[in-house]
Structure formats: C-alpha cells, structure tokens
C-alpha cells in the first residue's frame, strides 16, 4: 500500500525543486510580511520586527550598497527601501533553502504533507487579508467620497494615486461592488469551493495590482504577493480548468491531499477555522463600523463644518515682521472635523493644514500652524445671513479681516458630486 501511495504521487523533480523554493518563500514573506492577515499575530511579528528593524538596514547598507538611511516601521508605505530590501532577503533565504533542502533531501517521492499546510497557511492569509479589504470597501472607508481638499484641487495637481482615489471613492455603488468581489475570497477557506473562489480571487487581485503599478499606489509588493499566491494555488488544478476551458473536456478536479486526523485534531481545526471567519467577518465589520464612525461620523464633525469660499481677505500690517509678510490671501477655509482645518491660497498651492480649535460660547475659531505653535490665527466669527459669515481676529501682530460663503453640504456646489445617475443621456455630458 505505501508503495502504491507512492507511486501514485510521484512528483517529479523540477516540481520537488519548485516546491521547496515556493515554501520557502511564501513561509518567510507570510511571516516576515504578514500585514495583520492573522488575528493576533502581531505579538509574535513584534518579535521578529525587533530583530529585523538591525538586520535589514545592515543587509541594505553592507550588501546592496545603499548609502541613504534605511528607515524602519509602518508609516503608510508598503512599498520603502526597507520592505525591498526585506523581499530581496527573504529570496535569497529561499534560494539558500531550496538548494541545501534538494542537497539533503534527494530520496523524497513527493511533498503532499507540507503542500497541504503551505496552501493551508497561504488560503488564509489571501482569503482574510481580501475579506478585510472588502470590509473596508465595501462600508466605504478605504475610499471615502470625494473631500473638499479634492474638490478645490486643481485637477492636474492631483498626484496618481490621489487621482486613483477620487475615482474610486466617487461612488457607492463601485466601493460595494468591488468589496464584495474581495469578500469572495472567503470561498477560499473551504476546500469544496476553493477553485471557484480562486478564479474570483486571481481576478480581484490582478485587477487590485493593475492600479496599484498604474496609479503609482505604494501597496505594489503586498498586491502582487496576492496575485502569486492565488496563482500558486490554482496551479494545482490549471491542468483541468485548461482543457475544461479551451478544449472542452470533461474533467474532474483533483482535491488537496489531506492528513487524516483524529476526531479531536480535527474538532480542535474546526474551532479554529470557526473562529477565524466569525473574527474575520463579524469583528472584522464591528471595527470597521467603529473607525468610520471615529473618522467620518457625528462625533467627528465640528459646529463650523463646511466650505468657506473666501469673498474678501485683508490684512492690516501693525508691525513690519516676517510673518506679516508672509499672511498670503485665502481662496478657501475648509473645516472637517473639530481637529484640522485646511487653508487654500488666493494664488495657488497646495494649501496648509492646521489644528482647529472652535470656541462656541465666545464664536471664536483657532488656526494653530503645525510647524510652529506660536503662528495662530485667532478669530471671531459672526453670521451675516444664512450662509455668509464674517471673521475678525489677529496673527500674530497682525490684524485679519475676512468675509466669506458658508457651504455646509459642500458637495452640492462642484459638479462631480452634485451631477447624479441618469438612466436616459440624450446626449454624452462629458465636462
């Protein structure tokens, strides 16, 4: 019987040789990049984080030459000098690994045991890495709808990805198509549906990838590893699905070797597969719900919220200082939540960002600069009529007068939001 089984699952060795690289690989980039895929699992990458954060700037600096300063640590970017420079050690730990692993291990007929847990391991750091993905899509968080900074950018300004973003975050219905798409990824926990579920899956992940290298979206390593990996595991029944698809032949799907395990191994492996899709899909929204709300919802919004369009801006100079000289006219104040505000000039420019502090009692706002603590527009406000408001205050030794149109649903003024659906277009409205 041993022998049968044997020689049933021969491999041969270019597929051994594969095999050991793809482990390897996958196991390092699963470990070392592991992207909060799995609950928990930060304690143990905490670990791995203290040791890497010394080597990689070393193998950075010591191997590949690099002369500038190899940061370390999250700071929104997937895709830094360090997580390169981590991606080229893991490959060449892999190659390493591969090649003493075919040295000592030359008598092996195949690798069915570690296959098993490799793709056990990879369906479920795809599947719940998309499923939190499609959380965050399909509530609209990823992508929320166009903000007033987007809306007075000058279009040619946008940077890709900021283009990528208004996009994307312009409709609802889009952000929910694609969540679900993602979501789909959860056909991948279960071995019955995991073929349909990869098809959906490579799809959502080669489309995912395709912005990210084409809209200059720093998610590019992260986005491919997700493209590979569903790949690699439909590798396994690409033989069928082509002769299915392009000669039309009936086929049956080979299944994943599986261990057998007792009753209580396997009792304990539905608890946690359980676990894992009630954390991933029931937690996994309650979070999500929660940021939104923190970010997005009632508690965040300021009294003062709204797009101020600027009809007058002057300035009194009291005192001839630096910093008068530097008080450039206002285009737009933008309020969005009771922290930050942003300033947009008369003339140009990206703007400037600001901490805002609004004092109701006394109709008073704020300005704090950022950089320096000192430079603060302080103002006091008051409502001429139902939406123009007047500001009068100081920076620093200067005095500032301005006047200006309160849109409180500033979404209403741009056409990009306020245009709607049309079933019927006589004509194409293409501005």
């Not at 409180?408 to 277009?425: A, P, Q, S, V």
Request: overall charge positive; charged content about 20%.
């Amino acid at each position: 019987m041993e022998s049968k089984l044997n020689i049933e699952n021969l491999w041969s060795l270019p597929q051994k040789v594969l095999f050991r690289f793809f482990f390897s690989y996958f196991a390092l980039f699963i470990l070392f990049k592991n992207n909060g895929a799995y609950p928990f699992y930060g304690y143990i990458q905490n670990f791995f984080q203290k040791v890497l954060y010394d080597f990689i700037p070393w193998v950075g600096k010591s191997i590949l030459g690099i002369s500038y300063e190899i940061k370390t640590g999250p700071n929104g970017s997937g895709d830094t000098t360090y997580d390169y420079v981590l991606l080229f050690t893991i490959f060449c730990i892999a190659i390493v690994s591969c090649i003493v692993w075919s040295i000592l291990d030359t008598k092996r007929k195949n690798y069915d045991k570690l296959y098993y847990w490799i793709t056990l391991a990879i369906r479920f750091y795809v599947g719940l890495m998309l499923i939190n993905y499609g959380m965050v899509k399909v509530i609209q968080l990823q992508f929320s709808q166009p903000s007033m900074y987007r809306l007075t950018q000058n279009y040619g300004d946008s940077s890709p990805m900021g283009l990528a973003w208004t996009f994307l975050g312009f409709s609802k219905g889009y952000n929910m198509f694609m969540g679900i798409a993602e979501i789909a990824a959860v056909l991948l926990l279960f071995r019955r549906t995991l073929v349909f579920g990869l098809i959906i899956t490579l799809m959502t992940t080669a489309n995912v990838m395709a912005v990210n290298y084409f809209y200059d979206v720093p998610v590019k390593i992260l986005s491919t590893h997700l493209f590979l990996m569903s790949a690699f595991l439909l590798a396994h029944s690409f033989g069928a699905l082509f002769q299915f698809f392009f000669f039309r032949k009936p086929v049956v799907l080979k299944d994943i070797f599986k261990p057998k395990f007792g009753n209580i191994t396997s009792k304990i492996f539905f608890g946690i597969k359980a676990f894992l899709l009630i954390y991933a899909l029931g937690y996994g929204a309650y979070s999500t719900l929660e940021s939104k709300e923190k970010y997005y919802g009632e508690a965040s919004k300021s009294r003062m919220q709204g797009l101020f369009e600027i009809d007058d801006f002057s300035v009194k100079n009291d005192s001839i200082t630096p910093d008068s000289l530097k008080v450039k006219p206002w285009k737009y104040l933008m309020i969005s939540s009771k922290q930050y505000a942003q300033v947009k000039y008369a003339e140009g420019g990206r703007g400037k960002w600001y901490k805002l502090n609004v004092d109701s009692l006394e109709n008073k706002i704020s300005l704090t600069d950022y950089r320096d603590s000192t430079k603060i527009f302080d103002l006091k406000f008051s409502k001429l009529d139902s939406i123009n408001y007047q500001f009068d205050g100081t920076f620093t030794k200067d005095t500032i007068f301005v006047k200006a149109k309160r849109y409180e649903d500033y979404r209403k003024k741009f056409l990009l939001t306020n245009r709607g659906f049309h079933w019927i277009n006589e004509r194409p409205y293409n501005r």
